[in-house]
C-alpha cells in the first residue's frame, strides 16, 4: 500500500510485470519527477508473495543533487547523503527524536537540517564506521529552537 492524500491505497501487482518504489535520493535527482512513497506491505496469508529489496546507496560523502538542463530550476537542495542517512538512523532506532525526510529540501521551504548537514560535513569522519554517540550533537535540534520549526 501507498499512502496518498493521507489515505492507505492498495496497489495492485500486474501481471508479470514488477512493483517497485523509489527511494528518496531518486526523488531528488529527478527533481521531484519520481516520487519516494510513503509505503507499507499488508501480509497475506491465502497467497505466496515474494519480496526481494534492494538498496542502492551512493557513497556517505556524496552529494545528491537535482539532474535539470540548463535553465531548468531545482526544487531540491543539494542532500549530503551521509547526513540523510545518519539521521534516518538514529531517527528509526534511536530515541533522539529526530526525523529527516527529502521533503526538508526542498527549495521552497526552510530546514534546520541544511545548516546541521553543512556542521556534519565539516566534523564527519566518513572512513570510519558511523557511531550515533559521536555525531549526537551533529545531529539533533539544539534546545533553543521550537519543537514546531524542529518537525519542519
Known amino acids: ?3 496518498k492524500h493521507d489515505t492507505w491505497v492498495t496497489v495492485h501487482p500486474e501481471p508479470g510485470a514488477f512493483t517497485i518504489n523509489t527511494g ?5 535527482w529527478s527533481n521531484g519527477k519520481y516520487k519516494a512513497p510513503l509505503h507499507r506491505v499488508l501480509s497475506n ?4 508473495r515474494y519480496s526481494a529489496p534492494f538498496f542502492y546507496n551512493p557513497p556517505y560523502d556524496f552529494m545528491v543533487e537535482p539532474l535539470v538542463n540548463s535553465g531548468e530550476s ?3 537542495f543539494p542532500v549530503l547523503w551521509g547526513y540523510f542517512r545518519a539521521v534516518r538512523f538514529a531517527g528509526d532506532l534511536t530515541d533522539l527524536g529526530v526525523e529527516i525526510q527529502v521533503e526538508d529540501y526542498q527549495t521552497d521551504k526552510k530546514s534546520h537540517h541544511l545548516q546541521k548537514q553543512s556542521d ?6 566518513f572512513s570510519t564506521p558511523f557511531s550515533v554517540t ?3 550533537p551533529l545531529l539533533v535540534s539544539s534546545k533553543t529552537e521550537s519543537p514546531t520549526a524542529a518537525a519542519q
Open 120 to 125: 556534519f560535513a565539516k566534523e564527519a569522519d
Open 45 to 48: 496469508d491465502s497467497k505466496e
Open 24 to 28: 528518496d535520493m531518486a526523488q531528488v
Open 1 to 3: 500500500q501507498v499512502l
Open 134 to 136: 559521536k555525531y549526537r
Open 74 to 76: 531545482t526544487n531540491y
